[in-house]
């Protein structure tokens, strides 16, 4: 049996001694939002109860579904490199971009060329230089392959959209039928819904239909995402079988806006003669006792032609 767990959104990093005059109009909007709202929202103190909740698991891997920062500042990718390395190692933690890190068109190598090993596939890989060089990526860990895709690009101001883009998509199909080909459980991570009306307008993936496609086609066990800062539970039929559709909260906020309070997801998958047995425990923050409890739980079957 395998273990893992997804945290999101985290917003981790503080823009304290940023002077808004200094940034161009995307960041400086996302500035003002973080000064007004953001930095009240998403606490130190949650995500220090977070890991101190997550030293509680045996996992074969984290997955932090984007949205580490505010405005993709490279302090900001600096402070989240930091917290990625008291997570754990880049063996034991995937990351994935969201549209906050990916604000304004930046110099790879003051940015994401940080969070490379986070970020990469298993064994040797060409030196990245962009996303898309290095997305879709794969792990294997035991019975599952963790595919993840990038929907961070920069947008125009006020627009908090992601797109999984051409190239990724064009890739995204070998991978899938390769995995299921060597009977591996196949969860997709990527920082939007996939599913229409998740997400208002302006926070949609512009490129989910092609998205879904791929995966109804192709197949995959689990899909994961994060972005709105709420959990929910959905399905998506593929031609292989139903596969669940998954979002967690963000996993630093007090809820403060209507959101949800912090949360995040522990998965147990096991092989079983009908395919595969998916267990689901949520864990959420208590803001009283600044802890984080177990939740609903769930446990699916998800049946599978024998290979
Ligand atoms: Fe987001």
Redesign the pocket.
């Known amino acids: 049996m395998q273990h893992f767990a997804q945290i999101s959104?985290p917003h981790l990093s503080s823009l304290e001694g940023v002077r808004a005059r200094d940034l161009l109009s995307k960041r400086a909007l996302g500035y003002l939002s973080w000064s007004r709202r953001r930095r009240f929202e998403h606490r130190p103190e949650v995500l220090a109860a977070l890991r101190r909740d997550l030293d509680r698991f045996e996992l074969d891997q984290l997955l932090v579904t984007?949205?580490l920062t505010h405005v993709g500042l490279p302090l900001e990718f600096r402070q989240a490199l930091a917290w990625l390395q008291e997570l754990g190692t880049p063996t034991e933690v995937a990351v994935i971009p969201?549209?906050?890190d990916a604000s304004v068109p930046t110099p790879w190598q003051d940015t994401f060329a940080l969070w490379r090993d986070y970020m990469a596939s298993d064994g040797p890989t060409a030196t990245p230089d962009s996303l898309t060089t290095l997305y879709p990526s794969l792990r294997v860990r035991g019975d599952i392959a963790f595919i993840g895709l990038s929907t961070a690009c920069p947008k125009p101001p006020f627009m908090?959209t992601?797109t999984v883009g051409p190239e990724q998509l064009a890739r995204l199909p070998a991978l899938l039928d390769s995995t299921a080909a060597r009977g591996l459980f196949r969860v997709v991570y990527l920082?939007?819904s996939l599913l229409p009306g998740k997400d208002t307008w302006r926070?949609r993936l512009t490129d989910a239909a092609q998205v879904q496609q791929v995966l109804t086609r192709h197949g995959a066990e689990l899909v994961l995402n994060?972005?709105g800062h709420r959990g929910h539970y959905d399905e998506l039929a593929t031609a292989q079988g139903m596969a669940p559709v998954i979002a967690v909260p963000s996993a630093s906020a007090l809820g403060l806006h209507g959101g949800n309070t912090a949360g995040y997801n522990c998965y147990s998958v096991e092989r079983c003669d009908e395919g595969w047995e998916l267990a689901i425990g949520m864990r959420n923050y208590r803001t009283g006792s600044d802890d984080f409890v177990a939740g609903e739980s769930k446990r699916i079957n998800l049946r599978r032609e024998p290979r």
């Open positions: 959104d984007g949205d969201g549209n906050h908090a992601g920082h939007h926070k994060g972005h």
